[in-house]
């Protein structure tokens, strides 16, 4: 069992830059490929970024790639996604995800935290 509790969320400016942070805890989280995923209203959760358990892979959507940073630190149980650029489509609800493969999530999810971006 791996529990995940994202924070970091906020509002920011079109072009501006926010890190977000999954906390995670559970026996598995330093083998666990970690996953960012995101849900705008009205859209359907989508991939962000993964990231493997030794962090020497990453990957990303085309959509965010140059503008995202994925990174984890196993000693503190966290994965971040450092934001920069911000577009005003990158708003949603961002959620930790382990468990799963690049693209497909895992079956343990986080509650989400909020990213606003105003134009």
């Known amino acids: 069992q791996v529990q995940l509790v994202e924070s970091g969320g906020g509002l920011v400016q079109s072009g501006g830059s926010l890190r977000v942070s999954c906390a995670a805890s559970?026996?598995?989280?330093?083998?666990?490929?970690m996953c960012w995923f995101r849900q705008a209203p009205g859209k359907e959760r989508e991939f962000v970024a993964a990231?493997?358990?030794?962090?020497?892979?990453?990957y990303y959507a085309d959509s965010v790639k140059g503008r995202f940073t994925i990174s984890r630190d196993n000693a503190k149980n966290t994965v971040y996604l450092q934001m920069n650029n911000l577009k005003p489509e990158d708003a949603a609800v961002y959620y930790c995800?382990?468990?799963?493969?690049?693209?497909?999530?895992?079956?343990?999810w986080g509650q989400g935290t909020q990213v606003t971006v105003s134009s």
């Open positions: 995800n382990a468990g799963g493969s690049p693209g497909r999530p895992g079956n343990f």
């Open positions: 559970g026996r598995f989280f330093s083998s666990s490929l």
């Open positions: 990231i493997s358990w030794s962090g020497g892979n990453t």
